[in-house]
């Protein structure tokens, strides 16, 4: 029985090889726009477990000739602060500016996952859950968060913060699973293994 | 200036270098029984902040030649779990008693940490500080802690279990600095550094 990570995320494969689990990697190639604009009035909780189990189903179809005994694990996460949907900057002012209206303040993540179970290439349970956790960002100096923004690192994460980089000089605490800040909740993936009938500690290479 | 780390742990060291930080480790050689001792009717606060100092400034004492402009931190951290004070369990049994005990409950983290400012190789600020983390442990099952125990990791870590390793799989969640938990708090040595006068940012790599 493999583990079969559908995602692309290296913090996510970090997670996992940190706990033990050396997984398949694999991405699926979920249209999450598409998605997630057919899915209006859902709510957070919804919406992640929907795209979690979107893309363990289409991970699942394509991996089942290849790795006929798995479980499929799909991730999905959204950060909200001061009630808007924190995404990617993606460019050094966005980030600044991020960082001057969270500094001080919380944010709150909420994560999705699917475990789908295949035996001998067939389908045979899936479980879904969701949870959230909240992050309590520190008060950096206008030089900090220069001198963040201007290591690069915040540009390309959601929320323009890590938990495991730099961006761990900057937030006071969470109250939640650190594991599912930083990619893929341990406890919840652990449940979800179970409901499927795989304890967590069978995959343990 | 350099950051030296007063600890011998390679999870204090991980936590830096994942966060920026490459520090010039020494280990001060403190006597922690003997002065736990002198320190009887000592909370826990004042006991890390007090064994914290001491470890900073023995190393301060003997790497002012060596590195005149520098930082040194001083760490300490106690677990209490049911009440009492959690070591490391340094065989299988005991670990897995420990596991059968708090399955299910919350632990304390108190964490000290102390950082004494040397300029031209003389002492001219220092700053200490502790808090606190929960956390909230998961209920594995009798084969899940078999398994975890059988693995080893817990037997030579306080408390029977990791944030960042295997033992992330049976923490539900914490109430805190994950930094802490798993060896040396971001935030705190943020703030002491800043007290000194060293933004935090200035020792980045």
Chains 1, 2 share one sequence.
Do not use: N
Not at 104 to 124: A, W
Not at 139 to 163: C, D, H, K, M
Not at 197 to 202: A, F, L
Request: net charge negative; charged share 20%; hydrophobic share 45%.
């Amino acid at each position: 029985m493999r583990l079969i990570l559908a995602s692309a995320s290296p913090a996510r494969l970090g997670v996992l090889r940190g706990a033990g689990i050396e997984p398949v990697v694999r991405v699926s190639g979920v249209d999450e726009d598409a998605l997630t604009a057919k899915l209006t009035g859902a709510t957070p909780v919804e919406l992640v477990t929907a795209l979690a189990a979107a893309k363990a189903d289409a991970v699942a179809t394509g991996i089942a000739a290849e790795h006929p005994d798995a479980v499929v694990v799909g991730c999905d996460s959204m950060l909200h602060i001061g009630g808007e949907l924190a995404g990617k900057p993606g460019c050094a002012d966005v980030a600044l500016r991020r960082w001057q209206a969270m500094a001080g303040g919380t944010g709150e993540l909420i994560t999705g996952h699917t475990v789908v179970r295949l035996d001998r290439g067939v389908r045979t349970a899936a479980a879904s859950g969701a949870q959230s956790t909240v992050i309590r960002f520190s008060t950096p100096t206008a030089e900090e968060i220069g001198a963040y923004v201007g290591t690069g690192e915040p540009l390309q994460v959601a929320g323009a913060f890590t938990l495991d980089g730099r961006g761990g000089w900057f937030v006071d605490g969470i109250d939640g699973d650190p594991s599912s800040v930083i990619g893929i909740s341990l406890p919840l993936t652990r449940r979800l293994l179970a409901e499927v009938g795989v304890p967590v500690v069978s995959l343990w290479s």
